[in-house]
């Protein structure tokens, strides 16, 4: 059992986290939302706050059958609009002793409502609409101590607005007091509405109005309760009185069943404690009911940011991965063969060692004479050039695959407008731009990478014998070639070491590294390749993203985050409540 502090702390947690109504996109869910926001800031709080000596009483149902006239019986005075057209409530209108309207009362009632005092010998603006939550009172020393009465607007009006201003008073409420007539006993959105407010043991009290013979109403009001779900506290019959409808006098009910007067339960203090706790017992399990339904659909809500996120990352790493082969470095193969090979023999690396420094030499000669007669290397190697435009053409590609989540989306409006400008124009327009990734071309971190896996990948191949003396022989004479020379293997035409580039080479440099790459195994090219094209093809992935999708995967990222966080905490909660 919680104690008073934890039920508080539990609640407030679930209120913060809360999101608005129009965030969910089911319109059920969006209603509950709304509903569980009103009863915890305006109900459950308040209450849990410090118990004040106040009965909260509405008066509720549905157009032209009789909620002003028993609202009016109850005050003991004229104050709401009752008129034989009906309708004519479009805001909550409260009735209460004047002591009500002073000390810790007073501030009870303002933590609850926006309450506006109406001036005495003024009427209240309730044919007009307002925002909901706003409750007009009038002070009448007609009313019991104790007891506030509400009279709230239709709840099948036309008007929606009006519905919800009822329903965000409703559950607030301590007892429901529910007028029917034979004509709507078993109206089907009457029922659902007293359900919704009544359905987990809310107090309620059924008034069946003009009602010309006691049995048909007892078989009405056994009909209307066996739909809700379980029975009203009491039931009151309001026989057909012409003299309330011409204004000569006020609506008068009597009790079924034995039941005390309409009056005195309400106003009496023996009865009033038991409807409060009971009241408040149903509001937790009301509350409970709503976490759970909303903690379900914040769960559900998280898939459709979840798989945006994840198809968007997904098809970017497919991007990378196309544009990553376009270069594998073969350089990093060769070094990692000769430091492998070196590591193995002292006697081969030393007799390498001069081969080495002439391979440099050579190279840097050589390049200098080239320069002479074509000029300078140009600034992007043709490689570079290709996976550069091998990225543009698949983010191309992806906005086309893309485009459709736009008409497709349901949810909130800032997703969809961050869908249209991540999957639209401005990305194509962007793609005109430089994309500035030449330092990705060299990244150390996946250079490094891929020189690991080599290492490892050579030690695994080398079995010794016969293989690695012919290898050690080999990379002597490969030595004449740098490494460095052998900078960029075109996959995508041959494969690893077949289109080797090796600059300043010699007609021996090519067959030697293809000789090297068909000793080590068949399968070698392939897991090298595969390899800088996971490493290299994730970083660029990542370049792609922060480049033309930071903001819409920030964004996605973010709401999956809240809508997680949303339904672990409502789940919590939810679980606190029942125990």
Known sequence: MLTLPELRAALESALTVLPAPERFSGAEDADTARRLAERLRRDLLPRLGGDAPLLLVAIAGPNNVGKSTLFNALVGAALSPARPEGGLTKQCLAAAHPETWTGSLRDFLTRRYDVVPVPTGSSAPVDQPGPSGRLYLVLAEAVPQG??????PDFDSVYRDNRERTEALLVTVDVLVFVVSRQTYQNAALVDFLRAGVGRGRPYLLVYNEATREEVARGHLDKLASDVGHPPLARYLAPHQPEVEAGQRPLSTQPLDGQPTLSALLGEAEHVRELKARALAAS?????AEMETLGRAARQATHEPERLRQRLRH????????????GVPADVLVDAFRDELDARSSFHRYVRLPFRALATALTFVSRKVAQSFTGAEPSAAPVLHATDETLRDGVRRLVDLMAPEVAAWRGDA???????????????????????????HAHAADRDSLYTFCRSLVGEELQGGMRQELLQA???????????????????????????????????STPLLERFVDLLGADVRARVTQKWADAHGATLAKALEARFFAPLLGHLDTQSAQWTRTAEALEVTARRLAE
Do not use: N
């Open 414 to 440: 800032a997703t969809r407008e961050q869908l249209s400008e991540a999957f639209g124009p401005p990305t194509l327009a962007r793609l005109e731009e430089p994309l500035g990734f030449e330092p990705l």
């Open 147 to 152: 007891l506030l009465v509400m009279d709230t």
């Open 284 to 288: 937790l399990a009301d509350a409970r």
């Open 474 to 508: 080999l990379t002597t004479l490969v030595y004449s070639v740098p490494s460095g020379a052998a900078a960029v293997v075109t996959v995508a035409t041959g494969g690893m070491g077949h289109d080797a580039v090796i600059w300043a080479g010699t007609l021996l």
């Open 315 to 326: 098809e970017l790493f497919a991007v990378g991965k196309s544009a990553a082969l376009k």
